[in-house]
């Protein structure tokens, strides 16, 4: 019973990092087309806030209550800062945003570790966190559990800010037809910047999560950046639907493939499965239908 | 002038100046420069091989490459291993494999005892590796950033995969300690000349192969693919097998750069091949501008030296440098530096017209 649950309940965890990072994601691609190659550098930027919180707030039970909300707002304004300065200027140059975005996340990764040193730094997981619950003979860590409910939380509060909301109608309608969206009024550039905002802050809230996990890093967002892509594209893009199935999907996967092999033929196994997944499915598991020919 | 003259001047141009850049690279820099400074720049030729490729698949067929260096590190682990061996001496085994591992030497490293093998591996691997993926990759007609994304996500992998094989490839060392080449000591500075000089004979090679298909049918066939691919299939062409072509000379291209870097380098290790080694490639054929014949090479070539001068001034500020770069060509100067002469010319046009 080990052998399975064990490499379950893990890559149920890891799939949930993976979903809060993908979300953000799979907003700007599918929106606006963008591809953030920074986007792991907001997840970064979140575990240092949590970080920055304990040094202030000692009491690790409070500082991370403190510090998600916070993290959000943070990384949220790293995100506007870029879509300001950077990606705004380049909307009819999709394929550019990726490299230009390299070059942010090179800058940032190098800031964190000039500021904060190359070695990471330990976050302090709060009591209320501490320990394990036992499940089929495996000791879940409840740290592992807290970061499904944060995931399951920011995915339902997208779903319902994108359903119930006017703003929410505002992200659809221009996801689905930027133009015509323009012509219905809806000003999609603030559109795209509540978008980017909204986006890189779920990746700071998820940085807080990974703070409690493994501590920060410079290098932090670069572990998860390129598997949080391979669920997007796997998911389709802009697709939530896609993005939860998807990302749940990677996570366990590649639990079970580590579970068998090694954590590194486990990364090659999972590259090799988006791979191969392309081939029934070239746009992802599911596709916004457009009579488009690109 | 004559128009005739006018054209076969504007014809042999590109060809003037690849003649030029072998002149310098072949004849001007071994008589100038330090033998330190000539082995940098055999680096930086290494890289400008790679370049080149990157500037054929990304500049005129339109597909961002972010994992070139898997295949720099195919060529460039198929040449160590062969070193390595060499190194060894007949039925001898590479010394790290006493150090870390039983002292066993895996089965796939013996056919590269044999100089011809790899050699011919050095172009077969990579071909074979860019084909499969390709195939897969553009024939189920996913591209853009799909494709940049799976296949910086391929290096990412590759890198990972030799870290945590220490016993069979080095693991994070890499390859190194090489003592000969292909029967020339290493450490006799006219040898390493030597080196050079086939690195720089390469280069040159390279140039002339893309100005070739650059200038014929299927140089106009992956440009069109670039700009309209749908247009291209409709027109009764297979827009799959176009890319496929340019991906997989692009490969074979990084392969022979790091073939030829590590006997320069005198070592090859994951982080000269990973995803930030890859990034790093785009970034000369970013700022020489990629769909330019020489701007590739050229941009390589700068980046290359900057990378070695500004580390050595300033060695945590190299990585501001790298990134600032990358924001700043592509957003003020997509086509890169070399085009500024035209884009200059066009709004000079313009504003008297």
Redesign the interface.
């Known amino acids: 019973m080990d052998a399975f649950t064990t490499p379950l309940l893990a890559g149920t965890a890891t799939g949930a990092l993976l979903l809060i990072a993908a979300l953000g994601l799979t907003l700007t691609?599918g929106q606006m087309?963008v591809?953030n190659m920074a986007h792991g550098e907001f997840l970064m930027i979140g575990a240092y806030t949590a970080f920055v919180t304990q040094q202030v707030v000692t009491n690790a039970d409070v500082s991370i209550l403190l510090a998600l909300p916070l993290a959000f707002v943070v990384a949220g304004m790293f995100g506007l800062l870029l879509e300001v300065a950077?990606i705004s200027?380049?909307y009819r140059?999709?394929?550019?945003t990726?490299?230009?975005t390299?070059?942010?996340?090179?800058?940032l990764?190098?800031l964190a570790?000039?500021i904060f040193g190359a070695q990471g730094d330990p976050v302090v997981g709060p009591s209320w966190l501490a320990g394990n619950i036992g499940v089929f003979g495996y000791n879940w860590p409840y740290r592992q559990m807290f970061t499904i409910v944060l995931a399951l939380a920011a995915l339902g509060g997208l779903a319902a800010l994108l359903k119930y909301t006017p703003f929410g109608r505002q992200i659809r309608a221009t996801v689905q037809n930027r133009d015509l969206a323009e012509t219905m009024g809806v000003s999609t550039r603030v559109v795209d910047r509540i978008t980017f905002f909204v986006g890189s802050g779920l990746a700071g809230v998820g940085g807080v999560a990974v703070s409690l996990i493994g501590g920060t890093n410079p290098n932090l967002g670069?572990g998860y950046i390129?598997s949080a892509?391979?669920v997007v594209?796997a998911g389709g893009l802009g697709q939530l639907k896609g993005t939860v199935i998807a990302a749940f999907a990677v996570g366990i996967a590649t639990a079970y493939f580590a579970d068998w092999t090694?954590?590194?033929?486990a990364?090659?196994a999972t590259?090799a499965l988006?791979?191969?997944f392309?081939?029934l499915r070239?746009q992802g598991l599911f596709t916004i239908r457009t009579r488009g020919?690109? | 002038m004559n128009p005739r003259l006018t054209a076969l001047v504007r014809g042999a141009a590109p060809l003037i100046a690849i003649a030029a850049l072998a002149v310098l690279l072949l004849v001007v820099a071994p008589a100038t420069l330090s033998s330190f400074r000539l082995n940098n720049l055999g680096k930086y030729i290494c890289w400008a091989i790679a370049a080149v490729g990157i500037g054929l698949a990304w500049g005129r067929g339109g597909m961002l490459v972010m994992g070139q260096g898997v295949f720099f590190g195919l060529g460039g682990y198929a040449m160590a291993m062969h070193l390595k061996l060499e190194a060894a001496g007949p039925e001898g085994i590479p010394d790290f494999m006493t150090l870390y591992g039983n002292g066993t030497m895996p089965g796939f490293w013996e056919p590269f005892r044999s100089g011809a093998f790899t050699l011919v591996a050095i172009l077969v691997l990579p071909a074979v590796a860019a084909t499969i993926l390709g195939w897969a990759i553009f024939k189920r007609r996913v591209k853009g950033a799909y494709f940049a994304i799976l296949t910086q996500a391929l290096a990412v992998v590759f890198a990972t995969l030799l870290i945590a094989t220490i016993q069979e490839t080095g693991g994070f060392n890499g390859l190194n300690q090489f003592t000969s080449f292909f029967g020339y000591n290493l450490y006799d500075p006219v040898n390493k000349r030597m080196v050079y000089s086939i690195a720089a004979g390469l280069l040159i090679a390279c140039l002339l192969v893309v100005w070739q298909l650059y200038r014929s049918r299927f140089g106009e066939l992956l440009v069109a693919t670039r700009d309209a691919e749908e247009r291209v299939r409709f027109l009764g062409h297979d827009p799959a097998n176009i890319k496929l072509v340019a991906f997989v000379v692009a490969a074979m291209m990084a392969s022979v750069g790091g073939a030829m870097f590590a006997p320069i380098a005198g070592i090859i290790s994951p982080s000269d091949v990973d995803a930030t080694a890859s990034i790093f490639l785009i970034a000369g054929v970013a700022l020489g501008g990629r769909a330019l014949l020489l701007g590739p090479a050229l941009g390589a070539l700068t980046v290359g030296y900057g990378r070695t001068t500004l580390s050595e001034t300033f060695p945590t500020q190299w990585t501001y440098f790298l990134g600032l770069l990358f924001v700043v060509v592509i957003l003020l100067l997509p086509r890169g530096v070399g085009d500024l002469p035209r884009t200059l010319r066009s709004a000079l046009k313009r504003s008297t017209a």
Do not use: T
């Not at chain 1, 140059?93 to 550019?96: A, F, N």
């Not at chain 1, 390299?102 to 800058?107: D, F, I, R």
């Not at chain 1, 090694?262 to 033929?265: E, L, N, P, Q, R």
């Open positions: 691609f087309g591809i950077v200027w380049m140059r999709p394929l550019d990726l490299l230009v390299v070059g942010v996340s090179l800058v990764q190098q570790k000039d670069r390129i892509f391979l594209v090694s954590a590194s033929m990364q090659v590259f988006v791979v191969l392309l081939q070239p020919l690109v």
